[in-house]
């Protein structure tokens, strides 16, 4: 069979093999752009928000120089985009379906990789951190007054979106104002994803200083998936 498609405004006829051999030749493009680790962390990263490149080489313990380089590629491969503000440049994911790639990349690897697992596990375990509750159990609760959504991420995040009625304080904050909080609650701690640790840092500090307290599995950028279109 063959395709008849546009060239330099001429009609050119293309066979089958051609044509299937041209997408996923682009499509595998895309993919070698996410397989690096530095990457997919960045592609983790913008999942909270715009970041300038000096934010993305802190974040992810790179140089400037380093960071700048893959935010490029991944702009080259359409997966992010960049806007300039004053004298700096931001780079956002180019939508919402990047950061669901992600996710799904992500699950793979936790029900098929068994590495995965045991590095997650291994981790919670270090943490005490085992059993953390999953978005969707979140979403089935009822209301209550006494169940708090503890967003630790940084500021800049949690001002960029949040859980419907999360409040802040960031995890290098935390230690120091504890006595905004009231023991008589269940704290529910979140950060930027699964592999995020800062939620694990509040709980294992909150539950030494008496709180009652535990994680969130996902973190904001999941949930912001899940109830897209939702009105919550």
């Not at 939508?95 to 669901?100: K, L």
């Not at 290098?172 to 994803?193: F, M, P, V, W």
């Amino acid at each position: 069979m063959n395709f008849l498609y546009l060239h330099n405004n001429a009609v050119s006829v293309m066979d089958k093999r051609t044509y299937k051999d041209k997408v996923y030749t682009v499509l595998a493009k895309l993919v070698k752009a996410m397989a690096n680790p530095h990457r997919l962390e960045i592609i983790d990263l913008l999942g909270q928000g715009e970041r300038s490149v000096e934010d993305v080489a802190v974040e992810t313990n790179m140089s400037v120089a380093n960071a700048s380089q893959h935010l490029q590629l991944l702009k080259q491969s359409g997966l992010i985009e960049q806007r300039r503000e004053g004298k700096y440049i931001l780079y956002r994911l180019a939508g919402d379906n990047v950061y669901r790639s992600w996710r799904d990349l992500r699950a793979i690897g936790m029900e098929n990789l068994a590495e995965v697992n045991k590095l997650v596990h291994d981790f919670s375990v270090s943490r005490s951190s085992l059993d953390p509750i999953s978005l969707q159990e979140l979403m089935d609760r009822k209301p209550s007054k006494n169940i708090v959504l503890l967003d630790v991420r940084p500021e800049q995040e949690f001002m960029a979106g949040h859980i419907t009625n999360a409040i802040n304080i960031p995890i290098d904050q935390l230690k120091d104002r504890l006595g905004e909080l009231n023991t008589s609650n269940q704290y529910i701690a979140y950060c930027r994803g699964i592999f995020c640790v800062f939620a694990d840092e509040a709980v294992q500090l909150l539950t030494r200083k008496g709180y009652k307290a535990k994680r969130l599995k996902e973190g904001y950028p999941d949930w912001k998936l899940e109830t897209a279109g939702k009105g919550i």
